[in-house]
């Protein structure tokens, strides 16, 4: 399944076809925001053949995804494994897209707060993908 973002940028998603254009997501966005791992999305091919393309989320799964910049990478730095092992003790999941930049899963039963906190603390960049830090903080203060 394809998702794109605001800049146009493209990512393909793995997700399971649930049947009348609707699909589980089965891994975590890394560049699309709005989205999270087991989120139900209405997705539809532009043209005949195409990859389905995102046109809704129908049913959020409870899941949350923050995006980590890890400096230095992961395979220089035991600071930077350390940051990855602590997320996994707090309960969440993650998967790279390189060396650096890492989709973390916040599962339902973990506090998003808890994991916000962990993270401003360590001084890594990060950012929240879903729900988006305007949709958290709409009056812009953390």
Not at 83 to 97: F, I, K, P
Request: with cysteine; proline share 9%; glycine share 8%.
């Amino acid at each position: 399944m394809k998702l794109s973002n605001a800049n146009g940028d493209i990512e393909t998603l793995w997700a399971f076809p649930l049947g009348n254009d609707l699909y589980r997501l089965d891994s975590s966005p890394w560049y699309a925001y709005g989205v999270s791992w087991k989120d139900v999305v209405e997705a539809r091919p532009r043209e005949p053949g195409d990859f389905p393309e995102l046109v809704r989320v129908v049913e959020k799964s409870g899941h949350r995804t923050i995006r980590v910049i890890l400096r230095p990478p992961t395979d220089e730095s035991p600071d930077s494994r350390a940051v990855l092992g602590a997320l996994s003790e707090l309960g969440c999941s993650y998967e790279g897209a390189n060396r650096s930049y890492i989709a973390v899963d916040v599962p339902p039963e973990v506090q998003l707060e808890t994991v916000r906190q962990f993270l401003i603390s360590t001084g890594q960049q990060w950012e929240h993908a879903d729900p988006p830090y305007e949709e958290l903080f709409p009056d812009g203060n953390a």
